[in-house]
């Protein structure tokens, strides 16, 4: 770290029961975590319990979350409302869980139908990865054709077709207006790369020829409108995109497990956008905390699953012992219940843009060519003079500085992981967001001093 500024020391200094367990559980759990992406050096903070927008750690550190489980919260932790929803569906149901149909599952599916534009039918998952899973299955199904094509950089899930090129390095993927196939996991067949075709975010007419030469093999695009939950689609390219999907019969999905209800509004970033997908995908906030997933889409389409309609040898299958989990939905209905009000969105997004707004007034001031940028309730901060348009200029960020800033807000009670966005929720209050900029102003200080 820069002279004489080293925040990775003041964050191990005040996080020592975190190190004690970080060590126990990496006897146990390979890094010492249950996910990669879970994972930081030195070692993460643990987590003891959390209230609102505040986490506490095993040191009995508090912070002011903006981790927020990578997103879920939006309510922040353990909103009354959602707690008691889960409370009173355990009572009224007298199990966890009942295996046949119940009523929860279609009430949740008419509000989502009527919340999304492109949602005529949906079925439940239990995580966004199932979510996309599935959908591109019934795409293939539907289509009977084996190929999809993904964009270089976007997150659908860690599986294997769903994992090539999301981190290409520059030598191996490519030029961006043909991007190769990259395998990003160890364990990708060769026939997993062969069946995905990679295409360029933002660049309307390098997809659009690319859609073109491909049209006979596809059976769908998968997209996150806003990649990253901060990249936005440019509006002219995903017109673009939807347009040439209609004209050449490939199925469009957004995968809007990050972005569905992290907008400025309900309906995602299909009714931000006014474009709207044939299926899409939802994880994360539908549970209101606890695991879940749908996909949704036309009505046609989803069909494909159907076992009242369609004999077994006709159809795609789709199963999970836990789909449509009765508490989980209730925590689901429970959160999209405060969403609906009419001030949730609105008071999100003042919170949202204050804190925005104070930061890059900040890097501004101090001087450092730095942004947070991103729409609705999710940011990132990225130390570069311009917001990136594709992963490619993600490649040219400064990380070093990134990772000053990150530990430095660490170590004062910010909570956040490290080089990823930031969530805000409702429950985070003016005060909070003083402290946050405050701390910020002492990082970037600090930063600026040692340098
Ligand atoms: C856009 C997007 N799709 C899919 C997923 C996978 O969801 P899950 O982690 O619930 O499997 C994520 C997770 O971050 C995501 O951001």
């Known amino acids: 770290m820069a002279g004489g500024f080293d925040p990775i020391a003041e964050y191990k200094a005040r996080t020592g029961k975190s190190a004690e367990w970080f060590a126990r559980a990496r006897e146990h759990l390979p890094g010492g975590v249950t996910g990669n992406v879970k994972f930081y050096p030195p070692y993460p903070v643990f987590a003891k319990r959390a209230s609102g927008a505040h986490l506490w750690d095993l040191d009995g550190n508090d912070y002011i979350d903006y981790m927020l489980c990578f997103g879920p919260l939006i ?6 409302r959602v707690v008691e929803a889960v409370r009173k569906q355990l009572e009224r149901d007298g199990t966890t869980i009942f295996g046949p149909p119940h009523e929860l599952e279609t009430v949740m599916a008419e509000r989502l139908n009527r919340i999304f534009p492109c949602a005529e039918r949906v079925r439940f998952t239990n995580s966004g990865l199932e979510a996309t899973l599935h959908a ?18 976007h997150y659908h899930g860690c599986y294997d077709e769903a994992l090539v090129s999301l981190t290409p390095s520059e030598e191996t993927a490519g030029p961006y207006a043909a991007p190769q196939p990259v ?30 030469a491909h049209k006979d093999d596809l059976a769908a695009v998968i997209m996150e409108p806003v990649q990253r939950g901060f990249i936005e689609s440019n509006p002219e390219f995903l017109k673009a995109v939807r347009e040439t999907t209609e004209e050449l019969d490939i199925i469009l999905v957004f995968d809007e497990v990050m972005s569905a209800f992290r907008m400025d509004r309900l309906g995602g970033a299909q009714t931000m956008y006014g474009i709207t997908p044939d299926v899409m995908c939802l994880g994360k906030i539908v549970g209101g905390g606890f695991p879940a997933g749908a996909f949704l889409g036309r009505e046609d389409i989803m069909d494909v699953v159907n076992p009242a309609t369609r004999p077994k040898d006709n159809r795609v299958f ?28 609105p008071r999100l997004a003042a919170k949202t843009s204050r804190l925005r707004n104070g930061l890059n007034d900040m890097f501004r001031r101090q001087g450092f060519e ?29 990380a070093n ?11 004062r009670g910010i909570h956040l992981h490290p080089d990823k966005p930031l969530y805000t929720c409702t ?25």
């Open 75 to 80: 309510l922040g932790h353990g909103h009354p």
């Open 136 to 153: 591109l299955r019934v795409c293939r199904g539907f289509k009977r054709k084996n190929r999809i094509a993904k964009f270089e950089g």
């Open 183 to 212: 395998a990003c996991s160890l364990g990708t067949s060769e026939y997993t790369l062969q069946s995905v075709q990679v295409l360029p975010f933002n660049d309307a007419e390098d997809t659009v020829r690319l859609l073109r």
């Open 370 to 398: 730095a942004l947070a940028v991103g729409p609705g309730s999710t940011f990132n901060v990225v130390f570069a003079r311009e917001c990136a348009r594709s992963y490619r200029d993600c490649m040219h960020f400064d």
């Open 401 to 411: 500085l990134r990772k000053e800033f990150d530990y430095g807000l660490l170590a």
């Open 318 to 345: 789709h199963g999970g012992t836990f789909n449509g989990h009765p508490s989980v939905l209730a925590a689901g209905m429970a959160t999209i219940d405060v969403l609906e009000e009419p001030d949730t969105y």
């Open 427 to 451: 429950e985070l209050t003016d005060d909070d967001i003083d402290t946050t900029l405050s701390v910020a102003e002492e990082v970037l200080t600090k930063m600026r001093a040692a340098r």
